[in-house]
């Protein structure tokens, strides 16, 4: 019997169906492949704010109206029409999100202010975040490739209980398409892909096979893409004048994405699957304006590249829908292993007018050049399962482990050039040893109808997280180090139908990251060359506290929410100059001394007025303090940010068009940094894309699509802020045409 108390009343009798099934865990139809559809392709379905379906909130299916935490959808059909070049990319223009990083490959999420490593990745569940990642650095959505990205689940806010450490900002959740269920029958599918985009004149063909045959289904799809360095227009960006288009260099790529999915239906209650990811990229980097385009005389280089990355993935699974044990009905376990190797330089060079002072020869500096090669292996398992308590409970719990084996090797080479004879020293001392680091984590969730129009969802984790480092040639004299840190987090979410049409949500909630391998251990110049870290095995791991108030309102074809948050971290990680010298550089060390604030509020709406047109928009703010030194910026993301969208789909599904408009204001609070061109304050900016997509042709099953667009439309020099101080510009106005062919 389905409890029917479990889930809130919804306007829309199918959703409220779909909710039902996944909270009393009777099985639900896997995401189909609608990418390789011809409607799918051409004729995007309108994309609501609070309408779609997500999991990562609660671990069970609901509709976004009904969960009590702040979510963000972007649905597949809207994934076609934008073509991104990562997920990253998908997120602009979605409330409380940002992106650090520019180029094809590079670009990362922020969320409410955070990002790197206070932001967790998933793919389908399984966090791609590891143990070798700088703080401000997590790892690249980009190892998924995003034309197999069926939904991008974000959840705005504290997720530890569910997810573990890292879940400080939010989590960013990238679901890939299924293989076709087994209702379907036998069938088979695909489609070829090719898109050009003018920004690094861009080439990306895409191929896609998927099918079943009997109880066997499959998926198959690779991925070409080859780039180059994009430019930046002319233009005024603060303090920064440009008469021609720049090049922004190491903002290309070659890369290489291929996936596969087998899965066995034995019945419709219980399925085996096996999933296949191999990513590859080559000369790739950061990315930099050189000093004598931006009019900068005797500017510092700093060259930040990956010259080689590859990734892959092997994921081995079980699902158990409508089982009707005694303590489970819904039953998921996971096992994987990724294997993440790459090389990483750096290449800086510091004028000797800096240096040496204004009589220095021209020509004279530091010069610091450096090699990094990573090989991190990674083994986990996820083992998840629910049961209906009672007709107003559902229990879901589960235990989670994963264990990284960190190998590295570097080189440094440093000297002065330009004053007499080149004089460099070279070194092979592995700046971070060879390390293990292992995460294991149970935790439990009740998910609790305590009256007709109140539900509360309340969850705690134990988390334990231990690291030690190993016989690391290079560094024989270093004694064995370990680090143990065991954390307890809980959290609440409350939601109260005020009236069936508008919902009141409140949530308060702990989240966690414990320090990682390179802020334990790392001992070394840093890639900048700008002073020596030294190891510190001490430290704790960072804590948050997160208070969310927000309302959501959806009646008929209108929906809406507002939200405002206030996050608090304590003990945060934080590089600390000591005071000392270590042979030239100053002394730093990363240490638990931040207590910082973070709140703001996110506001969305959409509203359809008539059949095929909608309208979007929403408003940002973000607001941030460093509690313990309040005269010290923390500022890493806009402090507003403004979107509107309008579209209209034909509703015979031939053609579609849509216009967006982006503004962020300016950021006064931000650390501008040792060399910055743009000046004290980040400018605003307000960028401008069109778009458009039409249905050619059919013949028998085969059908034929053509979208094009154009973005920076204005062609407007702009930076993100968290890529302005080191200034890293967006693309010029760019052309993007993408062609589907689908059968």
Do not use: C
Not at 95 to 121: A, E
Not at 575 to 595: A, S
Not at 637 to 659: C, E, I, L
Not at 705 to 717: H, Q
């Amino acid at each position: 019997m389905i409890p029917v108390h479990l889930m809130r009343k919804t306007t829309g009798g199918a959703l409220l169906l779909l909710s039902l099934l996944a909270a009393s865990g009777q099985a639900q139809e896997p995401r189909q492949p609608a990418a390789d559809s011809a409607a799918a392709d051409t004729v995007p379905e309108p994309v609501y704010v609070l309408r779609p379906l997500n999991v990562t909130a609660t671990r069970t299916e609901k509709n976004i109206f009904l969960t009590a935490a702040p979510v963000s959808v972007v649905e597949q059909e809207l994934i076609l029409e934008l073509v991104p070049n990562t997920g990253a990319d998908l997120l602009r223009d979605l409330p409380g999100v940002d992106v650090n990083g520019v180029g094809t490959n590079q670009t990362r999420p922020i969320i409410r202010g955070q990002r790197g490593q206070r932001i967790l990745l998933l793919e389908d569940d399984i966090r791609l975040n590891n143990s070798r990642r700088q703080q401000d650095f997590g790892e690249i959505p980009a190892i998924v490739d995003i034309k197999e990205v069926a939904q991008v689940e974000v959840v705005r806010g504290p997720a530890s209980v569910l997810y573990g450490s890292d879940a400080i900002g939010g989590v960013i959740n990238l679901r890939t398409n299924e293989v076709p269920p087994l209702s379907g029958g036998d069938q088979v599918g695909g489609s070829a892909k090719y898109s050009f985009r003018t920004a690094g004149n861009q080439h990306r063909p895409t191929v896609t096979l998927f099918g079943r045959t009997g109880g066997l289904g499959f998926r198959f799809s690779g991925q070409y893409r080859d780039t180059e360095p994009y430019e930046a227009p002319s233009g005024s960006f603060g303090n920064i004048s440009l008469d021609d288009n720049v090049v922004v260099q190491d903002t290309g790529v070659r890369d290489r994405n291929f996936s596969a999915l087998l899965d066995y239906a034995f019945s419709p209650t219980h399925r085996v699957f096996g999933r296949l990811g191999l990513y590859s990229a080559d000369e790739t980097g950061f990315g930099f304006v050189r000093g004598e385009d931006l009019g900068v005389e005797d500017a510092t280089s700093i060259e930040l590249r990956y010259p080689d990355q590859k990734v892959d993935k092997q994921t081995l699974g079980y699902r158990g829908r409508d089982l009707g044990w005694t303590v489970v009905d819904r039953l998921d376990v996971t096992a994987y292993r990724m294997n993440n190797e790459r090389e990483f330089t750096t290449d800086v060079f510091i004028p000797g007018s800096l240096v040496f002072g204004p009589m220095a020869p021209p020509g004279s500096g530091i010069v610091s050049q450096s090699e990094n090669f990573t090989d991190l292996e990674t083994l986990g398992f996820r083992i998840e399962a629910a049961k209906v308590i009672s007709e107003n409970a559902l229990l879901t719990y589960g235990v989670d482990f994963s264990h990284d084996d960190s190998e590295n090797t570097d080189f440094l080479r440093q000297g002065v050039v330009g004053l007499g004879p080149p004089s460099f020293e070279e070194s092979d001392v592995p700046n971070v040893p060879n390390a293990t680091y292992q995460r294991l984590g149970v935790f439990a969730q009740g998910d609790l109808q305590l009256a007709d129009p109140v539900s509360l969802i309340v969850g705690a984790r134990f988390q334990d997280v231990r690291s030690q480092t190993e016989d690391t040639p290079g560094l024989e004299d270093l004694p064995p180090t370990e680090h143990d840190d065991q954390t307890v987090v809980a959290a609440a979410n409350l939601l109260v139908e005020v009236i069936p049409e508008l919902n009141i949500v409140a949530a308060v909630g702990r989240a966690f990251r414990a320090p990682n391998i390179i802020e334990l251990y790392f001992d070394g110049v840093t890639a900048e060359g700008s002073g020596f870290l030294s190891r510190n095995p001490d430290l704790k791991a960072e804590k948050s506290l997160n208070f969310d108030l927000g309302l959501k309102f959806r009646k008929g074809r209108v929906g809406a929410e507002a939200y405002y948050f206030r996050n608090e971290i304590t003990d945060g990680i934080r590089l600390l100059d000591t005071g000392e010298m270590v042979g030239p550089f100053p002394e730093f060390q990363n240490v638990n001394i931040d207590k910082l604030r973070f709140q703001g509020v996110e506001i969305a709406a959409d509203v359809m007025p008539v059949d095929g047109l909608t309208l979007r928009g929403s408003f940002s703010h973000v607001d941030s303090k460093d509690v313990t030194n309040p005269v010290n910026p923390i500022g890493d993301t806009y402090s507003s940010k403004f979107v509107a969208n309008a579209a209209y789909r034909d509703p015979g599904g031939r053609f579609w068009a849509s216009y967006n408009l982006r503004h962020q204001g300016e950021q006064k609070d931000i650390d501008v940094g040792f060399q910055n061109a743009v000046g004290d304050v980040i400018p605003a900016f307000t960028v401008h894309d069109v778009r458009g997509g039409v249905r050619l042709f059919e013949f028998g099953s085969t059908s034929h699509s053509l979208s094009l667009a154009v973005e920076n439309l204005t062609n407007e020099l702009y930076a993100e802020v968290s890529n302005a101080t080191f200034f890293r510009p967006e693309p010029k106005r760019t052309l993007l045409l993408s062609w589907v062919t689908s059968f």
